[in-house]
């Protein structure tokens, strides 16, 4: 770990932080958390997450990771909010980047950027241009274009996605036979599944905070994305179909072929490990640390893949990188080039040894930097 920052405003009982996993050609990017929850410890490991991501799929950003403590709620936690990207103003404007995270929307990264009078982009286009790089993105792109939750959510589904193709490939499965259960139905959740769903898997199970809903001939996701609020929540009495209701931990007891872990950290630990149904072929990790490292061995040694989270869930932060260092011209151009890279990675972590898929993908990512990348932090 690089650095760690902590920022106070007394008369809000704000206190905000930031951990530096590393800088790469002189910065770093990681979102802002905003909970209650938000500790150091949990920064520094999101932040080596983020190096991780970036460097496995050759985006030269180091990682950081920033978070408000407290509850984002009401008219304080928009004060809060915005005196957070005041006292974040000197790093934002040097060489940190942030982004959406956990209690943040990509409305709320723009209007910090706006309250400080600050465009990134222009940041980014002055930093090329003094290193001799033509930033080559369009004029008119805006922060709002990259920062938008419909946008995010959007490349980050397409990584899990492409994810899971690859695995299914590598492993010599064809995707149309297979069934997916998906542990979360926020914004990321709900686009893999259109994204599962196009592309011959059938989704069989959902689970969100208030239970899991099956159904083995597959879920309609129309009709869940209907009864859906904004936090992934699904209604169960708006729904249209009939659906068999389970425990919310039950999800990755359905008969499966493929689990995507894609809600909160420690999802599956040792215990739920081994209750992982035999069917299981894929465990594709599309939340920042679903799967317990000790679990994560006992699955492997059970035959089962494991799709790392900075793999599989680096589709936004990618496609957010790629743009940043001139890789990509368009935010389209930027997606399509972070999936067909998760894709790629995927494959070649897969087509070693059953086991040890993390290893590798940690090995690729330190070919991007000048040292060697850890691993996670425990």
Same mark, same amino acid.
């Given at each position: 770990m690089l650095a760690r920052v902590e920022l106070h405003d007394e008369d809000l009982a704000l206190t905000v932080y930031l951990a530096i996993d590393r800088l790469s050609d002189g910065w770093c990017a990681g979102g802002l958390r905003f909970a209650p929850s938000v500790t150091p410890a949990q920064l520094e490991r999101l932040a080596r997450l983020m190096t991780l991501k970036f460097g496995a799929l050759g985006v030269r950003i180091g990682g950081a990771k920033a978070g408000i403590v407290g509850p984002r709620q009401g008219p304080a936690g928009d004060r809060m909010l915005l005196r957070a990207g005041e006292l974040l103003e000197p790093l934002l404007r040097s060489w940190y980047m942030t982004g959406e995270d956990l209690g943040t929307r990509g409305e709320d990264i723009t209007r910090i950027y706006a309250h400080i009078g600050l465009d990134p982009i222009a940041i980014v286009r002055q930093r090329m241009a003094a290193g001799g790089v033509t930033f080559t993105a369009p004029p008119s792109l805006r922060p709002a274009d990259l920062f938008s939750d419909q946008f995010a959510g959007r490349v980050a589904g397409d990584g899990v996605v492409a994810a899971a193709l690859a695995a299914a490939e590598a492993r010599g499965l064809r995707s149309e036979s297979l069934d997916v259960s998906l542990q979360g139905f926020g914004t990321v959740g709900l686009s893999a599944a259109r994204g599962f769903q196009s592309r011959g898997f059938r989704l069989?199970?959902?689970a969100d905070s208030e239970g899991c809903v099956c159904a083995p001939r597959g879920l309609d996701i129309d009709d869940l994305a209907r009864a859906r609020n904004p936090w992934g929540v699904i209604d169960r009495r708006r729904l249209r179909h009939t659906v068999t209701h389970l425990r919310r931990e039950d999800w990755c007891r359905v008969p499966a072929d493929v689990l995507?872990?894609?809600a909160v950290e420690d999802a599956i630990g040792p215990e739920e490990a081994r209750r992982v149904h035999a069917k299981v072929k894929l465990i594709v990790?599309?939340?920042?640390?679903?799967?317990?490292?000790?679990?994560?061995?006992? %699955? &492997? !040694?059970?035959?089962?893949?494991?799709v790392p989270d900075f793999v599989a869930s680096a589709g936004s932060a990618a496609a957010f990188g790629l743009l940043m260092t001139g890789q990509a011209a368009t935010p389209d151009q930027a997606a399509a080039e972070s999936s067909r890279r998760i894709a790629s990675i995927?494959?070649?972590? %897969? &087509? !070693?040894?059953?086991?040890g898929a993390r290893q590798r993908a940690i090995a690729l990512a330190s070919r991007t930097f000048a040292d060697p990348v850890a691993g996670r932090v425990a």
């Open positions: 069989v199970a959902v995507v872990p894609a990790e599309a939340a920042n640390g679903p799967v317990a490292l000790e679990a994560e061995t006992f %699955l &492997e !040694g059970r035959g089962i893949a494991v995927t494959r070649q972590i %897969l &087509e !070693g040894p059953e086991a």
